[in-house]
């Protein structure tokens, strides 16, 4: 039951994540419904599988993201999409891993957001930011970013999340139990398939 319970938020995740990464990439914005429905389907798996354990977890899992993610909105780090979306994200995958999900989410975003922005204005507007803000540290004051130079694209931030949400996946120790059941129902289909 409990590998049911992890293969469906996996599922799940990943869906909204891809879909998030889609809108985010085209449009630079996530939909509501998205974030709504991921919010609702995260309630609703972890209350069936889990019952009220389950319900805890999931809002545990939302409460938290609203902790660590209002002041990266208030400081306009993050969008207000990227946001819901983790709140969502935080009911399907629990407080545990939505930590690391966040905290290597930041670690990629690092050169995810140098990578989109540089595409987006090339490379001299990358060279401009890198001597902008040797400027702002050797001068001790900032700088705004003029025309041209990458600190001035707005940047999506749903393929950083994403990435981080994968790693953080990839190394939770109950994916290792999940992907030998997945391996051992695998290879019970098979065997049945060679009987016939």
């Not at 059941?181 to 398939?193: G, K, R």
Request: glycine share 8%; net charge neutral; with cysteine.
């Amino acid at each position: 039951m409990t590998e049911y319970a992890l293969l469906t938020s996996v599922v799940i995740t990943l869906f909204s994540l891809s879909v998030a990464l889609y809108f985010d990439l085209r449009y630079q914005r996530i939909p509501n419904l998205l974030c709504l429905l991921t919010f609702l389907l995260g309630i609703t798996v972890n209350s069936y599988f889990h019952s009220w354990d389950g319900l805890l977890e999931a809002l545990s899992g939302a409460g938290l993201a609203i902790l660590l993610l209002i002041p990266a909105y208030y400081f306009k780090i993050l969008g207000a999409g990227d946001v819901k979306l983790m709140i969502g994200i935080g009911t399907l995958a629990g407080p545990l891993v939505l930590t690391w999900s966040i905290a290597y989410g930041v670690i990629f975003g690092a050169f995810t957001s140098i990578l989109i922005a540089t595409k987006a204005v090339g490379w001299r507007g990358f060279t401009m930011m890198i001597s902008r803000y040797i400027d702002c540290l050797y001068l001790r004051t900032y700088f705004k970013p003029e025309k041209g130079d990458a600190g001035r694209v707005n940047v999506p931030y749903a393929p950083a999340l994403m990435l981080g949400w994968m790693l953080a996946t990839y190394i939770n120790h109950d994916i290792y139990d999940l992907m030998w059941t997945i391996e051992v129902i695998i290879n019970e289909i098979s065997t049945s398939f060679n009987r016939i």
